[in-house]
């Protein structure tokens, strides 16, 4: 509590952001340039962690140096993709053990024409043209949103399966709803952000401003919630104190951890 207390008369997220040092965004696919086409863009986001969404219709089975292997979520068909027609993304905190994502991420389609047509219509991807609409939203909003790192928006805080309430890639990343893009000015307090957001320190602040929507479920809204946690002061950080960080980072990032619930339970 002592150190919580010191921790008040440091800056917030939201100071970082008038700072224009971050900025927190939000991608609900397919309503970035266009809208009526939702349901086809969250389609083309294909799953690697927690794959039982409803929306989900191609799971990613193998990722090699230049393509991908996917996979129908429904029946036994596979093919190729190049990585030329997908891009970076995360649509879930589910299962995803690891901080540092890197060459780990999940993928999002944005060339059609790299999927088999009777692949899309086994999938529901119809008519051609909306689905076409759809790839290029999540294009657009790639181009504009994308981020290194990560928050958790939409949450269940006991969930067996959520184990960072941030992440952090060296390749930009696109989102959903469920998470937040926050893009970083100052690449050299990116890592250790992702740090800071995933500790108990942080936690602790997080569950005083959470919206609590059913149960053990919350909304982590950027504004509500993310933006008024206080944070270190970087500006004022020794050379040595932000070397260790990054040191900590390359030890920790890689590692499959524990679930969160369960980790703070046992401390």
């Known amino acids: 509590m002592e150190l919580l207390d010191k921790l008040k008369e440091n800056p917030t997220v939201k100071d970082l952001e008038?700072?224009?040092?971050?900025?927190?965004?939000?991608?609900?696919?397919?309503?970035?340039?266009?809208?009526?086409?939702?349901?086809?863009?969250?389609?083309?986001?294909?799953?690697k962690f927690g794959s039982k969404s409803p929306n989900i219709a191609f799971n990613i089975e193998k990722q090699?140096?230049?393509?991908?292997?996917?996979?129908?979520?429904?029946?036994?068909?596979?093919?190729?993709?190049?990585?030329?027609?997908?891009?970076p993304a995360l649509r879930t905190y589910s299962q995803v053990r690891k901080m540092n994502i890197?060459?780990?991420?999940?993928?999002?389609?944005?060339?059609?024409?790299s999927v088999p047509e009777e692949?899309?219509?086994?999938?529901?991807?119809?008519?051609?043209e909306r689905v076409t609409e759809a790839a290029q939203d999540i294009k657009s909003a790639y181009q504009m949103l994308a981020s290194n790192l990560l928050l958790v928006r939409r949450v269940q805080l006991s969930s067996p399966q959520l184990y960072w309430l941030a992440f952090y890639s060296e390749n930009k990343v696109i989102s959903n709803a469920v998470l937040l893009n926050v893009q970083t000015f100052d690449s050299a307090i990116t890592k250790l952000l992702t740090l800071y957001f995933n500790s108990v320190i942080a936690?602790?602040?997080?569950?005083?401003?959470?919206?609590?929507?059913?149960?053990?479920?919350?909304?982590?809204?950027g504004d509500q919630v993310w933006s008024h946690l206080h944070v270190p002061e970087f500006d004022g950080l020794r050379s040595e104190i932000m070397a260790k960080a990054q040191t900590i980072f390359g030890e920790v990032g890689k590692v499959d951890a524990k679930?969160?619930?369960?980790?703070?339970?046992?401390a």
């Open 102 to 113: 890197t060459n780990e991420e999940e993928v999002a389609i944005i060339d059609i024409k």
């Open 259 to 266: 679930p969160l619930f369960f980790t703070f339970k046992g």
């Open 119 to 128: 692949f899309l219509r086994l999938s529901g991807l119809l008519p051609i």
């Open 18 to 47: 008038s700072e224009k040092k971050i900025k927190i965004r939000v991608y609900n696919p397919g309503q970035y340039k266009t809208r009526g086409v939702e349901r086809f863009a969250r389609q083309l986001f294909a799953s």
């Open 64 to 87: 090699e140096k230049d393509k991908i292997l996917l996979k129908l979520k429904e029946g036994k068909n596979y093919f190729y993709i190049t990585k030329e027609a997908v891009l």
């Open 203 to 221: 936690l602790l602040q997080l569950l005083s401003f959470v919206v609590e929507t059913r149960g053990t479920w919350v909304d982590l809204h």
